[in-house]
């Protein structure tokens, strides 16, 4: 049966709106989501990138790097003193790196960055990637309800003077404020083992 002509526009119409809803409202939406989550990442690299760490804290400066001989420890603490590091405690740290966002950023001017406490600084996390590009990251005080921490990433300032400040988790509070006994790796601790009962008992010296 041939369909009106009217009819046959109204159906391929009916279709194009259809594919476009698909499209822009279902398909498009996530893409949409996706490239806004990218862009609220702080950094893009990949845990796997990351060669060694320098965290400075108003107590502490640490020297990390990545380990080249095994898998255990994967982390090595440089300096203040050469020892095995706390994996445990180098990846939390790593994987707010790598997967931490920004909640929102702040045009700010920089001879104001101080009332965020980025200058100076709580802490500051120097990044070295295994292509010897390198990162950096402030962190500053929590922000009016504790939730989040004043931050700033690769400090440039913009031809207008300003400075972007973000708002990052406040996990990294708890990452980075650790005594240096924190990140060394934890001493598993040596149980004495009991002498066999069966032993024969020591002969006693005869007094000359």
């Not at 997967?99 to 965020?116: C, E, H, I, V, Y």
């Not at 309800?145 to 690769?154: E, I, K, M, P, S």
């Amino acid at each position: 049966m041939k369909l009106p002509r009217t009819t046959l526009i109204l159906v391929l119409l009916a279709l194009g709106l259809g594919s476009f809803v698909y499209f822009y409202e279902i398909k498009g939406a996530t893409q949409r989501q996706e490239i806004k989550e990218e862009k609220q990442r702080i950094f893009s690299f990949a845990e796997d990138d990351v060669q060694a760490l320098t965290v400075k804290t108003k107590k502490l400066t640490l020297n990390l790097e990545r380990s080249n001989q095994s898998d255990n420890p994967k982390w090595l603490i440089k300096s203040p003193i050469s020892e095995p590091a706390n994996d445990a405690i180098v990846s939390y740290l790593t994987d707010l790196l790598v997967k931490g966002k920004s909640d929102r950023t702040l045009p700010t001017p920089a001879n104001q960055l101080g009332q965020f406490a980025l200058d100076p600084p709580q802490a500051t996390i120097n990044i070295t990637l295994k292509n010897q590009q390198k990162h950096q990251l402030i962190l500053g005080k929590q922000n009016f309800n504790g939730v989040f921490l004043y931050a700033q990433t690769d400090t440039t300032t913009k031809p207008d003077g300003n400075e972007n400040v973000l708002l990052v988790p406040i996990d990294f509070e708890n990452a980075v404020n650790r005594e240096l006994s924190e990140w060394k790796q934890p001493v598993d601790n040596v149980k004495s083992t009991p002498l066999p009962s069966n032993l024969p008992l020591p002969t006693p010296t005869k007094a000359k």
